[in-house]
């Protein structure tokens, strides 16, 4: 395995990278999903931990896309801090947890060009958490055999 993905995908099982899993934080259903997830001129490769934009790859740090790939998971739906703070930072962590989500956000919208006021993608719920607000393309069907 590389460098990178290792790093990408530290702490996360297998069913958690080629899955979609309930967010609850609690043992919950898993329905496959795509590997690559597109939006707009972007998409999310979850084998190799990319964000590009135009087939060009966009720098975005770990914690970024982790949230980002939350947000995905679940387009129009709220990910609430609390959510995200199981997701990335396991029990026994000492971090300020509103602070690091925070900045989080920051970098991941700065990859997307996203502004907070008037967001095309990344929508903050005071006091709730997140909602992703841009269109998901569904993956093509796979030709029945």
């Known amino acids: 395995m590389n460098r990178q993905l290792a790093e ?17 934080g609690g043992v919950g259903y898993t ?60 029990d026994g962590t000492f971090v300020e947890f509103e602070h690091s989500i925070g900045t989080a956000i920051k970098k991941l919208r700065q990859a997307l060009g996203d502004d907070a006021d008037t967001p095309r993608y990344i929508e903050t719920l005071p006091r709730r958490g997140f909602r992703f607000i841009g269109p998901v393309e569904s993956p093509p069907a796979e030709p029945a055999s």
Do not use: C, Y
């Open 8 to 24: 990408n995908t530290a702490g996360f099982g297998p069913h958690e990278l080629g899955s979609r899993s309930d967010i609850s």
């Open 31 to 90: 329905t496959p999903v795509a590997e690559v997830v597109r939006f707009g001129v972007f998409e999310a490769d979850r084998n190799t931990g990319e964000l590009r934009k135009s087939g060009i790859r966009i720098r975005l740090q770990d914690q970024p896309f982790q949230i980002l790939l939350m947000l995905l998971d679940h387009p129009g739906e709220v990910v609430t801090r609390e959510q995200i703070q199981r997701r990335l930072w396991p």
